[in-house]
DNA sequence: TGACAAAGTAGCAAAAGTATACTATCATAG
DNA sequence: CTATGATAGTATACTTTTGCTACTTTGTCA
């Protein structure tokens, strides 16, 4: 048999397939912690239910694409910080249908959600907990929360979640809620020396002493 | 619109779909190295070329149990440790149709495959760069690789490698083979002391001190 | 009984991590 | 103009881990 012969003989259809869907947990720092963005749902099922960010996988996307365009449908965001997570395929996990759903985990600094309308953000800890969320979506979020919080520790994700321009005091705070505890100032400061780079300005207008302002140092 | 009616609406047949499959990259250490368990393809497309073991999603099974189907169908084994790796979107990594495979990883002593048909051991280092393997799967067996070397770090995935009973020279191999440097003996005992339980057997027939005997620890 | 080989142990120095105390610089009050 | 409060930023002591070397132990074999 040629591969031509075989590839007329095979026809997809053949077989039932699930659906695959791709839902992208959005988390940001706001308010002193960690915030995911839900969406309420319109449609069956979990009708009026918070959920995810998702959308059914296109014939021709890859699975980052979508990923990225479920966000950008609730947002409006491009080029975010986002990273697969975990597939999920829990046969009951969808009433309709078996769907298997590809999650995402996207970072992204709070300023950059202003005045975003179609989704909102809700504390992060708590919807992990939630048991009234759409689908497996609080699992996806925990999931999603843990991820970060192994992550801080080796990679240098926590940037994904401020601006272009930083404060050390402001970085700091990040890594503390990211991670759930108090870090030392100057133990803090030499760790991450090598990754930020000193420019001339500082902050004003605060009744202290002013922060010098930081960019990201990327030598590689 | 009540939720009956929509389910009578919806039919999932009305969008096209890809298909979802599940690949699986068995490691074990032998002869010294890591080594990757591959079949050889018997269909187009990749006649001929060697294959992860894979199969097609079931719809009345999970992605756990259709990854350890897949590895039961060549090996003969149960109850291995498998793990959920990276899910592969790629637009044409199936010459034939759209195919989304979820890729696991599993981890087993070489001593459980000693008589096995039906599938073959190579070098997981050159399989990792090889250009003549089926589909996208070199690059899941460099993923792999990569995330058996982060997490020997901090989990104790090492002991899926050997055997109930092991030495600590024996152990020790294993680690140097994960991580891909030597070690030195007196600072990995004392890391892994809390994970072991001595016995109070040792080895025999060897031309030097035997080795005492140690099970693993666990004590939540 | 002495040589060898690998198992297992002891301990020091360098490095990394933990913790505390100090100095610097702004705004504001008096 | 000085004192005060508040946070930014630095210096330094202490603790734990890691990197490394040397030593002792216990088997086999000649």
Redesign the interface.
């Known amino acids: 048999?040629t591969?031509e012969e075989?590839?007329q003989r095979?026809r997809?259809s053949d077989?039932?397939?699930?659906?695959?869907t791709v839902d992208a947990a959005l988390f940001t720092v706001r308010d002193g912690m960690l915030q995911v963005l839900l969406t309420k749902r319109n449609?069956?099922?979990f009708?009026g239910r918070l959920a995810l960010p998702g959308v059914?996988?296109g014939?021709?996307?890859?699975?980052?694409e979508?990923a990225a365009r479920a966000l950008h449908d609730k947002t409006g965001l491009h080029d975010i910080f986002l990273e697969?997570l975990?597939?999920?395929?829990?046969?009951d996990r969808d009433?309709?249908?078996?769907v298997?759903s590809?999650s995402y985990y996207a970072l992204v600094p709070e300023m950059r959600l202003s005045g975003m309308t179609g989704a909102a953000l809700f504390p992060a800890e708590e919807m992990a907990a939630a048991h009234d969320i759409a689908f497996d979506h609080s699992r996806i979020i925990a999931c999603g929360r843990e991820r970060i919080r192994n992550k801080v520790n080796y990679s240098d994700i926590a940037f994904s979640l401020v601006g272009q321009e930083f404060t050390l005091p402001e970085l700091q705070h990040i890594y503390e809620i990211l991670l759930g505890q108090k870090l030392y100032k100057a133990n803090f400061r030499k760790k991450i020396a090598d990754k930020i780079l000193p420019t001339d300005q500082f902050t004003s207008g605060s009744q202290h002493r002013p922060s010098r302002i930081y960019r990201r140092n990327t030598p590689p």
């Not at 077989?15 to 695959?20: G, R």
């Open positions: 048999m591969e075989f590839l095979y997809s077989y039932e397939k699930p659906s695959v449609e069956h099922p009708q059914f996988v014939m021709h996307e890859t699975l980052d979508a697969q975990y597939t999920w395929g829990s046969i009433p309709r249908m078996r298997i590809v």
